[in-house]
């Protein structure tokens, strides 16, 4: 049995699939979740919550770090949990017992605001951290002005701008050469030929040129006009005001003649005038009971009156050469004054009547002499106006 070696058999591992229990679930892989279950970015959570994206991506990594002020982590962190609709308490004890995070005292260093050393410059081909970048992370970076800047676009703008010049310099140099007045000397002095007055004629001539020297008066017509004793004033109408319409016209006196009528010595025929005189239509009255919608329009269909006549309310209709229409909601409300016998009503009670003509001879021949009996508030209103007292 001594030196006989054993050899233990050892018996092959089997790995088993791992199940949903074995792995790690961390504070921010179930926020993350609970996120993109809502349907939520990190910038609709920093609009909605009013705390920045990188908070809430400093909060899901469980990184204290990120925080200016580490006293309003616990706040941020329960914010987060209650707007994901998870436990505020557990949610941040688990976010301190991940992180490694405590609560300082109010006079400890660790709860004043961390101040944090100047970050280093990103390694060659390494993307800078997204989170750690201060006011607005997931912003599009500025870019340079002259980055979207087209050579093409800068040649087409130096191209017109080179022709808006050459315009400028042609019109500016036509304009010069309009506006150039040119002197040319001649040989000999110009002669004054005739007097400045043509009606005058000069007495005293130059005996050394033969010049004709204007006279004083000549020239004082010229730059000086002769001002007039009394202004001449003529009436803006005195075309229209000097006709007589008894001398021209329709108007004219066929017996006399229209000298003798403006003459002064000769007595003035008789005025006669011709006058035209017509018996007067009688006067419409429109009066309603009860209220009524009415509208009255003229003959090319504009609308005259419209409204709602209250009981006793009335109105003159208008009188034209063509009748008004009648338009009303309301025909067994409204009745006709002609002349002081009351006409009506327009129609049955609660029907609409529309195209009634408002003159005085067609309402007395369409309709009857009311019937006070047949119309309480009819008689009511008629026993009203006789018992009121006239008025001068």
Not at 111 to 117: D, E, G, H, P
Request: charged share 25%.
């Amino acid at each position: 049995m001594i030196g006989r070696k054993f050899r233990r058999s050892e018996e092959p591992k089997v790995i088993e699939p791992k199940g949903f229990d074995d792995f790690d679930l961390r504070l921010g892989d179930m926020m993350r979740g609970e996120r993109a279950t809502l349907g939520k970015s990190l910038l609709d959570v920093q609009r909605e919550l009013r705390i920045k994206a990188s908070y809430i991506a400093a909060i899901e990594n469980c990184d204290p770090s990120a925080f200016d002020t580490p006293g309003f982590i616990a706040g941020y962190v329960r914010s987060y949990a209650r707007y994901l609709g998870m436990d505020p308490d557990e949610a941040y004890s688990t976010f301190c017992r991940e992180s490694g995070f405590a609560v300082a005292h109010g006079m400890s260093d660790e709860a004043s605001v961390v101040r944090k050393a100047p970050r280093a410059a990103p390694a060659a081909g390494r993307e800078d951290d997204r989170f750690s970048l201060g006011g607005v992370p997931f912003a599009t970076p500025a870019e340079g002005i002259l980055a979207n800047l087209d050579p093409r676009a800068m040649g087409s703008v130096l191209v017109l701008v080179a022709l808006i010049a050459g315009l400028g310099y042609g019109g500016v140099s036509i304009l010069r050469e309009v506006q150039q007045v040119q002197l040319a000397p001649v040989e000999q002095a110009p002669v004054v030929l005739s007097d400045i007055d043509p009606l005058q004629r000069a007495t005293a001539a130059d005996a050394s040129g033969g010049m004709i020297a204007p006279s004083v008066e000549a020239l004082d017509r010229l730059y000086r006009p002769q001002a007039l004793d009394v202004p001449v004033m003529v009436a803006r109408d005195a075309p229209i005001a000097t006709l007589d319409p008894r001398s021209v016209g329709s108007f004219a006196t066929p017996f006399a003649p229209v000298a003798d009528l403006r003459s002064a010595d000769s007595p003035r025929a008789p005025e006669s005038v011709p006058q035209v005189v017509e018996a007067e239509a009688p006067g419409l009255r429109m009066v309603a009971v009860r209220p009524a919608w009415v509208r009255v329009s003229a003959a090319d269909g504009s609308v005259i009156f419209e409204g709602i006549m209250e009981p006793g309310q009335s109105y003159d209709v208008p009188r034209t050469e063509e009748p008004p229409l009648l338009r009303v909601g309301e025909s067994g409300a409204i009745y006709f004054d002609v002349n002081g016998d009351v006409f009506g009503p327009v129609g049955a009670r609660g029907t609409v009547t529309s195209n009634f003509a408002l003159a005085a001879d067609q309402v007395s021949a369409a309709l009857s002499v009311a019937d006070l009996t047949g119309d309480d508030n009819l008689a009511r209103m008629v026993a009203e106006a006789q018992a009121r007292p006239v008025t001068d």
